[in-house]
């Protein structure tokens, strides 16, 4: 069964401190690790694809990177506004072509002015 | 572009009503989901479409929840009866392809009395 665990589930950071959330997942073959951003009362936002292991994308201060194992989202120099629930969620290979996507529970990050 | 729309935003009713979420998805997608998400379980995709059709309902938690996608521009998620432990946001996406990123709706927030 494919699995998503993300950690930590909360993190605190002041602004301007750089850090990094952890999405570690077990999937039969991996077609595709999705990051997305979910604010307060609504739903998630798209953020990233990823496809394979050392792939890496950017936007803004956010970089995602990808192992075959685990995903970080890095956050540099956080303002307060970046704060929300980051997801990360799988979509596996399989026989006759799943398009679930399997998501984890989430990091709720914080940062404080 | 106006986004994944969902109907209802909020619904409270008791024990035992008929409760039924709409979504229209983002023109041109073929894909359609519905997810629910509580704060126990996190996002859990219940029922996905395909061109209309509906590809894998096994995550329809029991025979009380049913969806249906009338047309390419509208779908239906109705639970009767409804149960207080069906309280939860739940969630309409799309997408254009199966290997791309889904775009969710707004939510819609049940409560069950």
């Known amino acids: 069964e494919d699995q998503v665990t993300q950690s930590p589930e909360a993190l605190r950071l002041q602004e301007g401190e750089s850090s990094s959330l952890n999405c570690s997942y077990t999937v039969s073959g991996l077609r595709g690790l999705f990051w997305y951003r979910q604010d307060p009362g609504k739903g998630p936002e798209f953020l990233f694809t990823?496809?394979?292991a050392g792939e890496e994308k950017e936007k803004e201060r956010l970089k995602a990177t990808l192992t075959k194992k685990e995903s970080f989202l890095h956050i540099t120099a956080p303002k307060p506004e970046d704060s929300a629930t980051y997801l990360c969620?799988?979509?596996?290979?399989?026989?006759?072509?799943?398009?679930?996507?399997?998501f984890g529970k989430g990091t709720k990050l914080t940062v404080n002015p | 572009d106006a986004g994944v729309i969902q109907s209802p935003r909020h619904e409270v009713t008791e024990m035992g009503q008929e409760v039924t979420l709409r979504c229209k998805p983002i023109?041109?997608?073929?894909?359609l989901f519905w997810y629910r998400q509580t704060m126990m379980r996190g996002l859990e995709l219940l029922i996905y479409f395909n061109n209309n059709v509906p590809i894998d309902d096994s995550g329809m938690p029991e025979d009380r929840f049913s969806a249906k996608m009338p047309n390419a521009s509208f779908s239906t998620l109705k639970i009767q009866p409804s149960e207080p432990r069906d309280s939860a946001v739940y969630f309409c996406?799309?997408?254009?392809?199966?290997?791309?990123?889904?775009?969710f709706g707004p939510g819609t927030r049940l409560t069950v009395l």
């Open positions: 996406a799309s997408s254009f392809s199966r290997a791309n990123e889904q775009f």
């Open positions: 023109s041109g997608h073929d894909y």
């Open positions: 990823l496809y394979s």
């Open positions: 969620a799988v979509q596996a290979t399989a026989q006759g072509g799943s398009e679930k996507l399997v």
